[in-house]
């Protein structure tokens, strides 16, 4: 029996395996951080026969109660990503399975690779409105790359959509492939009628150091990107540094960040209540672009989600908050659960990178019903 974690974006410590019953293994923090919780590891071992595997000393992870209710997911081929039931006691999450085959893959979340990454970058330049450009590179000297889809000038809106920020919140760069190929599909009457009216800037991957690394919330220094806004630098943040710059030269009519949520089992959105300059101008775009989410699909809900801020109080360094302050913008962070959706639960895939897309395509048809708007 092997366990290995030898490849991008693996993570995991072996404290045990010598008896398949008896697996027990540990989370590597982020490096030079305090943070842990993303996992992805291969077991290489006898099919057929009962495993029982458990990840110790979560109660010390980034977000203990978000093992509370979650299912590992795990794969045989990479592409098939399913769910396996576990129990949590508050430290420990364990799980049994009979693996059908002598390799098996195992993970926080269904990861997004850094080739699949490139292949959805340049897949999307063939389209004639779509242009790829590297604005620089990352402190591990990996690319920082820039889709910007449409025609740009003075008349038309500027969206900007960006992932990853946080890089095991994988779910998020699956939204965005699912965004990108309703919006860049001419067949479908939502991209054409945006493109005629808006020009968008995609980062589908804010953080590629962090997700070929194999980390949860920071990149190749143990910086959290979304605390960085305010004042990012190339020393240490030089991925918020790079695309900020180009955020003030185009300017920004709405902003979306994709994230995923350790710990509450729904999709939401996150406004921009307490920045200093929210009004009522801001709050009619905010209600208006939820209202029409609600009505497109039923994986949206506006019931359960953070408390918000009061007002004056918001958190400048947070990247919807500093982009809604400097553009006066509509400004959200989108949020998915790492664990299945309440609303609507699937006991086998639960939440998954097939929804994630669906769910990306039909936000760019809530931005279609607000755009003229902001």
């Not at 992870?61 to 590992?72: K, L, N, R, T």
């Not at 919330?217 to 990107?225: F, P, Q």
């Not at 299945?340 to 809530?366: I, K």
Request: aromatic share 12%.
């Amino acid at each position: 029996m092997k366990i290995f974690s030898n490849f991008e974006s693996g993570n995991i410590n072996v404290v045990k395996a010598d008896d398949a019953n008896d697996i027990q293994l540990t989370i590597p923090n982020d490096n030079q951080s305090e943070f842990y919780q993303w996992f992805h590891f291969r077991l290489e071992s006898q099919p057929h026969t009962e495993h029982q595997i458990k990840l110790l000393n979560l109660a010390k992870s980034a977000y203990p109660e978000g093992w509370q209710g979650y299912d590992v997911v795990a794969s045989y081929d990479r592409e098939e990503w399913f769910r396996i039931p576990a129990e949590f006691d508050g430290d420990t999450l364990t799980f049994k399975m009979i693996p059908e085959h002598h390799s098996m893959y195992f993970a926080y979340f269904a990861p997004y690779s850094y080739d699949r990454h490139q292949d959805l970058l340049h897949q999307a330049q063939l389209h004639p409105e779509c242009r790829l450009e590297t604005l620089g590179s990352t402190l591990d000297g990996n690319d920082m790359s820039l889709l910007t889809i449409g025609e740009p000038s003075d008349e038309k809106k500027n969206v900007w959509i960006i992932g990853r920020q946080h890089p095991g919140e994988t779910m998020a760069e699956w939204f965005i492939e699912g965004l990108l190929q309703r919006l860049l599909d001419d067949t479908d009457t939502v991209g054409r009628a945006l493109l005629e009216t808006a020009v968008f800037h995609v980062v589908p991957n804010m953080n590629p150091d962090g997700s070929i690394r194999g980390h949860l919330r920071t990149n190749a220094v143990g910086v959290n990107l979304n605390r960085e806004w305010q004042t990012p630098s190339m020393e240490k943040s030089p991925e918020v540094y790079l695309v900020r710059e180009r955020m003030l030269a185009t300017g920004i009519d709405l902003f979306l960040d994709i994230h995923g949520d350790e710990a509450i089992p729904y999709n939401f959105v996150a406004g921009s209540e307490g920045v200093p300059s929210y009004d009522a101008r801001m709050a009619e775009l905010e209600q208006a672009f939820k209202q029409a989410l609600l009505t497109i699909t039923p994986e949206f809900q506006d019931e359960h989600g953070y408390n918000k801020d009061k007002p004056g109080e918001a958190n400048l360094t947070v990247g919807s908050n500093w982009v809604a302050e400097q553009f006066k913008c509509l400004s959200y962070t989108v949020e998915m659960p790492f664990k299945d959706h309440n609303l609507h639960p699937d006991s086998f895939y639960g939440w998954s990178p097939e929804r994630s897309v669906a769910f990306g395509q039909d936000m760019l048809a809530a931005v279609q019903a607000v755009i003229a708007k902001v």
